[in-house]
């Protein structure tokens, strides 16, 4: 739990307010429409399984959202969530079921979209018998690049990346986090205008996560517009402009991570200290002691009438706050409602 | 083109990287025990003996490339995932898939010719100098290549919808049912329907017939190879393989990754 500065400033359904159907901003009513630099309509992806793939899993359902140009944009799901789904339909590495996507106002079943995006799979691994100037020299060579402005983008990024000591050996030798930097030097080696990572934070350590907290945000400097996925909840906390919830295929919120853990309400908490450490009052029982301070729970409604309880007692009142929750508990919540809604519906089935 | 091009230096690369090539130390040793050998126990047919063993070298040696590395072109950059950053990049399926096959196409077309200087050399060692029947070798090599590059082409289609090991099964069985399509679209049995019969007529059209690569038999015995036959050959060849790549192309431009 978090507490809040704010108190009781805007109620829980007027929080959901400044963010529109597919969660971005509302352009119609400010009437200056940003171009969107990734937008998603009805996507969808179904898997055959079963005996003869006569059954069909859904991955995705029918998810609609846009990023806009120069944000960056954190999408948030629990494993098997549909957020690497939904970046591999974006790369054309799967194809969808139904709906349609566009990247730069391109649809993406067109190839030349690639030319200004840059994409880093989860778990990159790379031709293992190529050393790390010799992958990033190949893949540079399928962005009109000259010779000399190949070479010398591959050693600037790859000193970006601090893989400049490491530059000649075979990729086999090397560790997962820096398979990872390989990865994340390949995807803005062409300058993209669009960048899409898939986790990545996966497999690097806290320096290494720093350090690709520090290239995303420089990469919004230069106004590029970053779409990446993540369970990492702090990094998406630290760094999005905005975030997405997928649960179960579903988009399940869009917004601000600030609007986000602010949907939900969780009452208020009121921290104290007393006079007399003897003394006895209703409220007392219900609040935990850590040290000299008591901290108890109290709904909205009973808020003035446990304060009242507290200045009778005399309890000196260090602070009062609203309790909102963190982008972790809004994530487990959805995660848990998702959960429980699967296990109804199997047992209705039963 | 570039693209493509690009594709298929990196699998030349590759293949020489992963030791690929290696096999020409085993075809040296191979050719340097006959040269010996067939000096001591074979009179007067030395030359014969060196060519036969020399080309059928070539051929399984190939042979044993062509499928386990063909399979593995696409199913290994599918499996290892080295695919996932390719084709984000601006590259089309199609140009990935030819590339590969080009690349290696070409480590065939390196390996056959290290191999077809190493059998010259054992040639010169039993019979020097070389005589004017033995550069007919050099049809009978090509052929070889064809029959190898095409086999790279089905290994490649196979690859795209199947797993590895169903897709090594099926280009053998391919291979081996080639072997035999000229005899499959000539034969009379007399128990068998005229449907039958035409059916298996279809079937050995649509087969690859390698029976039309093989000429070593005449070569071994020093007569020349047709020119009509290095033509007709080479033209079935990019006909059949044109057809076999364009679909393998079609099956992977749709195929998702996992």
């Known amino acids: 739990m978090r507490p809040s500065a704010e108190l009781g400033s805007i109620a829980p359904e007027e929080r959901r307010e400044p963010t529109n159907v597919d969660g971005g901003p509302d352009i119609a009513k400010n009437g200056n429409m940003p171009s969107p630099a990734i937008e998603i309509e009805r996507l969808s992806k179904e898997y055959p399984h079963g005996f003869l793939n006569l059954k069909k899993r859904k991955s995705l359902e029918d998810l609609t959202m846009r990023v806009e140009a120069g944000e960056i944009f954190g999408f948030l799901g629990p494993n098997g969530a549909g957020k690497s789904t939904t970046i591999k339909l974006l790369m054309r590495l799967i194809f969808p079921t139904s709906g349609t996507a566009r990247i730069l106002g391109k649809s993406i079943e067109d190839v030349s979209m690639h030319q200004n995006i840059g994409y880093l799979p989860e778990q990159p691994y790379f031709y293992d018998y190529l050393t790390a100037t010799e992958v990033l020299d190949y893949f540079a060579r399928f962005h009109n690049l000259t010779t000399a402005d190949r070479r010398e983008r591959v050693q600037k990024l790859l000193k970006k990346v601090g893989l400049e000591t490491a530059k000649k050996i075979q990729l086999r030798k090397y560790s997962k986090g820096m398979l990872q930097r390989v990865g994340l030097a390949q995807t803005i080696l062409h300058d993209p205008q669009v960048v899409v990572l898939d986790e990545p934070m996966s497999g690097l350590d806290p320096l290494g996560r720093r350090e690709v907290r520090d290239i995303i945000l420089e990469l919004k400097k230069q106004g590029r517009t970053v779409l990446f996925s993540t369970h990492i909840l702090s990094d998406a906390e630290m760094l999005c402009d905005r975030v997405g919830v997928i649960v179960g295929g579903k988009l399940r919120g869009v917004g601000t991570p600030g609007e986000m853990v602010g949907i939900q309400s969780q009452g208020m908490e009121i921290l104290f200290e007393l006079e007399n450490a003897a003394q006895r009052f209703p409220l007392l029982e219900k609040a935990t002691k850590t040290g000299e301070r008591y901290r108890v729970e109290s709904s909205e409604s009973e808020l003035y009438a446990h304060l009242n309880e507290l200045k009778a007692a005399q309890a000196r009142i260090l602070s009062v706050a609203q309790i909102r929750p963190t982008l972790e508990e809004f994530f487990m919540n959805l995660v848990d409602a998702d959960r429980a809604q699967a296990n109804a519906v199997e047992v209705s089935g039963r | ?258």
């Open chain 2, 1 to 258: 083109m570039r693209n493509v091009w690009v594709v298929a230096t990196n699998t030349f690369r590759e293949a020489v990287r992963d030791r690929v090539l290696y096999n020409l130390v085993f075809f040296a040793l191979l050719m340097m025990g006959a040269a010996i050998l067939v000096g001591q126990i074979s009179i007067g047919i030395e030359r014969s003996v060196i060519i036969s063993l020399g080309l059928t070298a070539i051929s399984v040696i190939g042979l044993f490339i062509a499928v386990f590395i063909g399979v593995g072109l696409v199913s290994k950059e599918m499996d290892k995932r080295t695919l996932y950053a390719l084709l984000a990049k601006p590259v089309e399926r199609w140009q990935f898939l030819i590339g590969k096959f080009a690349g290696l196409a070409m480590t065939l077309a390196v390996n056959t010719a290290a191999m077809t200087i190493g059998l010259y050399l054992a040639l010169w060692t039993v019979e020097h100098p070389l005589v004017g029947s033995d550069w007919q070798l050099l049809p009978a090599v090509y052929l070889i290549l064809l029959k190898l590059v095409l086999i790279v082409a089905l290994a490649m289609l196979f690859s795209c919808f199947t797993s590895p090991f169903l897709a090594i099964l099926f280009t053998v069985g391919i291979y081996v049912a080639g072997l035999f399509a000229g005899e499959l679209r000539t034969m009379q049995a007399v128990n068998l329907s005229p449907s039958t019969m035409r059916g298996f007529r279809a079937i050995s059209y649509l087969l690859p017939n390698f029976e039309n690569f093989n000429v070593m038999g005449v070569v071994a015995h020093g007569r020349p190879v047709p020119l009509a036959l290095v033509w007709q050959s080479t033209l079935y060849a990019i006909v059949y393989g044109a057809m076999v790549l364009a679909g393998a192309s079609l099956i992977f431009a749709r195929r998702n990754l996992k």
